[in-house]
C-alpha cells in the first residue's frame, strides 16, 4: 500500500526509485502507467488523467505514450526478438514501412541484432532484458518506466544502457526508473528511496 506520493517527474528526467524489495517501488510504477488505479489521488501522464480514463483508452494511452520494461521481461514466447519489437510498433500504431528500420536499430541499441531471430526460450536472461528493452523504446514513448532493468547485465552492458537512457532523455523521453545498483543513481536527476510505501 502506498501512503502520500507527491511525485512529480519533469519531461526529459531521468528518476531513480530505490528501496528493499516490497517497499512499493513496482507498485508505484504500475499506478504511473496505469496498470493499476489509485483509491484515492491522481495520476497525470502526458496531460492525460489516467485514474479518470476508462480501461479502452487507458490502453491506448499506454500503447502510445508509455513504454514498460517488466522484471519478468514480458516478451511473448512464441515471437522472436524482431517480432516481439514489432509487436510494440504495431500496437503503437507505426506505419508498416517503418517498422524494419525501426527494429534495426533498436535491437542493434541493446547489442541484440546478432540475435534477432532468436525466441525468448533461446536467450539468455539477460538477452531477454535486453530485448524488452529495445521493445519498450521502440515506439518512442514520452515516458519509459523499467523496472531493474540491468539487473540480469554485466556491468560493460550496463553502462551501454544507462548510455542508452541517457541519450534518449537528452532526446525529451522522460525515463523512471528502479534499481539496486549504487552507480547506476549517480546518473540520476533525482533519487528517491522508498520505504513502507512512502517517498523519502
Known sequence: MLR???????????????????SGKTTLMNLIGGLDTPSEGEVVVAGQALHALGDKRRTKLRQADIGFVFQSYALHPLLSAEENVELSLRMAGWPPKQWAERIKSCLEAVGMSG??????GELSGGEQQRVAIAKAIAPSPKLLLADEPTAELDTAMSRRIMALFRQLQDEGMTICMTTHDQTMLEVANDVYEMADGRLG
Open 4 to 22: 502520500g506520493i507527491d511525485l512529480t517527474l519533469a519531461t526529459g528526467s531521468l528518476v531513480m526509485l530505490k528501496g528493499r524489495s516490497g
Open 115 to 120: 540475435r534477432s531471430l532468436h525466441r525468448p
